[in-house]
């Protein structure tokens, strides 16, 4: 199995990122955009820049059709996907592989239902501090992707072809054999981290101190933990350890997408991290105390818009 074309859809903080990274070291021809024909043109225009560099993608329409590829990207924000779907719905053939950098825990079933499981391979993207603002990225740390099926004890095919051509394309990526708790794992970040960091609006080094906000930042997660038992996933706190760790080595001056979303007064992915903890905890009987408030808050913070 050899990787030679891709699509990526979704050029936010990620897509930019890991999209120059794979337009810069791929044959030209072989990676491409895919947007709608007005978002394309306003890409052209307006230019797309990362760390000060005008990216140079090549674009492809979605009502397009040259055949499957052999990697699709989905990038975009969870609100976005069920138009990602559609747009990419010519790029996805019977051997494509799927990954998504989607934060939460729904995005691959979501892609599994539209295109087959068989064809999603489970993704978390981890330990970037990339900021978007406008047509512009900036990043210090690009961190990497994680990947795996569900669960496995050996690398498949796939997953081994995968990890191969990333790493040869400047994209670190490592394998990982129970991906369905990494993600629940990272989930557990996400809810902490995001919601916090956009709740006191600051940047990662408002939560880099001890103080009130990195104090409800670990409460929102270990409601998480909680729930993650009842979802037979059981993290401990040492997952919650091992991200703190993480977190230490993101620029202070960083800051999640949900804040980013938050500063241009666009709905957040809210629902997809304390809506998911309320959802899941009225489901098991488990208060969530934490992540009630941050959703009441950050709801007020929204209708304000």
Known sequence: MEIRKVSLVGLGALGVMFGNQLRKTMEKGSFKVV???DRIKRYEDQGIYSNGERCSFEFQSSDEDNGPVDLAIFAVKYNGLADAISSMKH?????????????GIKSEEVLGDAFGHDKVVYCVAQGMDAVKEGNALTYKNMGMLVIGEKKMDEPTERILALHEFLNSHGVKCEMENDMYRKMWS????NVGVNQVVSLYGGTYGEIHKEGASREMMKSAMREVIALS???GVNLTEADL???????NTLSPDGKPSMRQDVEARRLSELELFAGTV???GRKHGIDTPVNQEIF???TEMEMEY
């Open 35 to 37: 947007a709608d024909r």
């Open 91 to 103: 790029q996805i053939g019977e051997n494509t592989i799927i990954i998504s950098t989607l934060n």
């Open 186 to 189: 990272k989930f557990m970040l």
């Open 229 to 231: 038992e009842k979802e």
């Open 241 to 247: 350890e091992y991200w703190m760790g993480i977190l």
């Open 278 to 280: 309320l959802e899941l």
């Open 296 to 298: 009441d808050r950050i």
